[in-house]
């Protein structure tokens, strides 16, 4: 199965520099593109996608590691399935052991029925990141699906409701092929840069789907109520006490009021 790698790096690691592009010397099938000025992984990956040559895209975070058969069982899935997106099981891991697996569901489904889905649970059974995935790249493209520079976290869940939106076709995979660090530093676990970078996702992909005046726009908002609570809830519980009033008036005029 012929791939390619393309590699965005905005990072001040210059060894990872020296490394990436003598793999670009010795296999063509690697693309290296730097960038000294850091505008966030939404700029970064939708610059790759651009760069990319293939079918299908996949997106990779610089920490994480993936399966030997990651992308051969990925790819398999879609050419027999015709799939637009096929989604992997995935874990996650520290630097001292495994911690856990997600691997719930093996199904086919319409990209519409797993936005339902998504917004009856809190995002674990079917999840909204964008790494562990095989994504038509037609599908991107023909509908002007990008990542929103302005994002810097949950970027890639304002990315997947766009996807799973115009998705007809998305099949999931049991076995795990993914594996996500979770590190103790991560800006995800500062959970007052957490809830900030929440709002502005929030706000944003209310924006979308209201844009969709459709019947299914307005069902899949009245859903998206439950998960939301769901996330906000936990992120006011790690807020400083002062903010926490405050925080939460903010999201509630920028999500559940009209």
Not at 42 to 65: K, P, Q
């Amino acid at each position: 199965m012929p791939y390619q790698v393309v590699l965005m790096d905005c990072s001040a690691e210059k060894d990872c520099a020296d490394l990436a592009r003598a793999y670009e010397r010795i296999d063509n099938r690697f693309f290296y593109y730097r960038r000294e000025e850091n505008l966030g992984p939404g700029y970064s990956r939708s610059l790759g996608m651009f760069h990319a040559a293939g079918e299908y895209v996949t997106f990779v975070d610089g920490d994480d590691i993936v399966e030997e058969n990651y992308l051969s069982c990925l790819y398999k899935m879609a050419k027999k399935t015709d799939a637009d997106v096929v989604t992997g099981g995935y874990y996650l891991f520290s630097q001292k052991r495994r911690i856990n697996g997600y691997s719930r569901v093996h199904k086919t489904l319409s990209g519409q029925k797993v936005l339902k889905k998504i917004y009856r649970s809190a995002f674990m059974k079917y999840r909204t990141f964008c790494w562990g995935r095989l994504i038509k790249k037609a599908l991107l493209f023909d509908n002007g699906i990008f990542f929103d520079k302005d994002l810097q976290q949950f970027e890639d869940w304002y990315f997947m409701n766009a996807v799973f939106y115009h998705a007809k076709k998305t099949v999931f995979i049991k076995k795990p092929l993914y594996g996500y660090r979770q590190s103790q530093n991560s800006i995800m676990n500062d959970y007052h840069k957490r809830f900030e970078y929440h709002e502005t996702a929030i706000e944003k992909s209310k924006e979308y789907i209201l844009k969709r005046d459709d019947k299914f726009a307005e069902d899949l908002f009245d859903r998206l109520r439950f998960p939301i609570r769901c996330q906000l809830k936990f992120d006011l519980k790690n807020c400083g006490r002062k903010q926490k009033k405050e925080e939460l008036n903010k999201a509630k005029m920028l999500f559940f009021k009209r």
